[in-house]
């Protein structure tokens, strides 16, 4: 069963830094792209991040909010995707997805939800003073 589970997420203060995990079961994560979802209150979905499977392991950024800051790194020993999340801000308090498709290595053109049809549970991430 192809799962992604989400992890790391809490509460810190502008500025802080949180490393989210995202973790797959049923597949090996490094073959396929993993994309970075976020849902603020009250906002739709959107997506901010990729990184493309083994073969390159590019980083392809979806918002110029979170360049320089946000950044991925992969854990092939624990099937894993790292988000580390720098000098967080107020307007980064969301639920974090990571995302999949096992039909695709490379990072899209464009970061729609559709695009994706493995999703995790979500992880909450609050920055607040």
């Known amino acids: 069963q192809v799962q992604l589970v989400e992890s790391g997420g809490g509460s810190v203060q502008p500025g802080g830094s949180l490393r989210l995990s995202c973790t797959a079961s049923g597949f090996a994560l490094d073959r396929y792209s993993i994309g970075w979802f976020r849902q603020a209150p009250g906002k739709e979905r959107e997506g901010f991040l990729c990184?493309?499977?083994?073969?390159?392991?590019?980083?392809?950024y979806y918002s110029e909010s979170v360049t320089g800051r946000f950044t991925l790194q992969r854990d092939y020993a624990k099937n894993t995707v790292y988000l580390q999340m720098n000098d967080l801000k107020l307007e980064d308090t969301a639920v974090y997805y990571c995302?999949?498709?096992?039909?695709?290595?490379?990072?899209?053109?464009?970061?729609?939800?559709?695009?994706?049809?493995?999703w995790g549970q979500g992880t909450q991430v609050t920055v607040s003073s």
């Open positions: 990184i493309e499977s083994i073969k390159t392991s590019k980083i392809k």
């Open positions: 995302a999949t498709d096992l039909t695709r290595s490379n990072c899209p053109t464009s970061a729609y939800e559709v695009l994706y049809d493995s």
